[in-house]
């Protein structure tokens, strides 16, 4: 009987442990999203501020809440909720492209040096073209259609990917590769069990990257004849003189923006705690 309750008091101090952790782990985790709301509510106050004292016109800058009104009429209408799942759809899709592509070119360059010498001078180069300058292009071979849109967000997604994959790949530990080949792992097994297991935080990063730059990508993508979406609702927005709801759209944006981010963020903390 001693023996067991001595058992159970070390699970019951094992419990109190963990939950002692647990709960200064959720109070840190407040505590940096208290901290990290500290900026945007004073730019939200500054701003207010700014047009209370007349320093802006309504029409160059209208208040927070004229804003939150026209965010409302949308909704009301119908409206805004459209224009966030179709730009929405179109950054996960085009992202979803991008970073398979990315991936795969970069794992090619990284793991050889002839394919590094061959195709990384090439997309380097076409890494260098602004966003803009494939829209023409791309209404030319491809119409006006979503493939156009898409492809432009997913060209956008693969420049990140394939540079983090490709550098971080040069750069794995080769006592590491040697003793996955001592074992008879090569090709795509030492891959997809050494190599890429190696360099998953690169690969989020280059993966956050390629999300951030899929969101920079849609507002040229949906300047290819949109009628529907985020970046359609700013140019038309900019055409009627409707700034309340060109700064709505640039809100929702950044907060769109910003959410995909966090989930991307803690796939990746799971992942790194599976794989690497």
């Not at 802006?56 to 939150?68: I, M, R, W």
């Amino acid at each position: 009987m001693a023996l067991q309750d001595m058992v159970a008091a070390t699970s019951g101090v094992r419990t109190a442990g963990s939950s002692g952790r647990y709960a200064a782990s959720a109070a840190r985790r407040g505590g940096r999203w208290t901290l990290g709301l500290v900026v945007p509510l004073a730019l939200l106050g500054l701003w207010q501020l700014v047009t209370s004292a007349g320093v802006f016109s309504p029409v160059q800058l209208p208040p927070p809440v004229d804003v939150l009104l026209a965010g409302r009429e949308l909704w009301q209408r119908g409206e805004l909720l459209g224009h966030i799942h179709i730009s929405t759809q179109r950054v996960l899709i085009g992202f979803g492209i991008g970073a398979t592509v990315g991936l795969l070119l970069g794992s090619l360059v990284g793991l050889s040096r002839v394919a590094d010498t061959m195709v990384g001078p090439t997309i380097g180069a076409l890494r260098a073209v602004p966003s803009l300058a494939w829209v023409p292009l791309l209404i030319l071979w491809m119409q006006i259609g979503e493939d156009s849109k898409l492809t432009l967000i997913a060209i956008g997604a693969v420049f990140p990917v394939f540079t983090t994959v490709a550098v971080a790949l040069r750069h794995v530990d080769r006592q590491l590769v040697e003793a996955a080949r001592a074992f008879g792992f090569s090709g795509v097994r030492l891959l997809r069990t050494v190599q890429l297991p190696a360099v998953v935080p690169a690969v989020f990063s280059g993966l956050r990257l390629a999300l951030a730059q899929s969101w920079l990508f849609l507002v040229a993508a949906e300047l290819i004849a949109s009628s529907k979406g985020l970046g359609f609702l700013l140019i038309d927005s900019q055409n009627n003189g409707r700034t309340d709801r060109l700064l709505l759209a640039i809100v929702l944006l950044a907060v769109l923006g910003k959410t995909s981010d966090a989930l991307l963020g803690v796939v990746q903390k799971w992942a790194v705690r599976r794989w690497a």
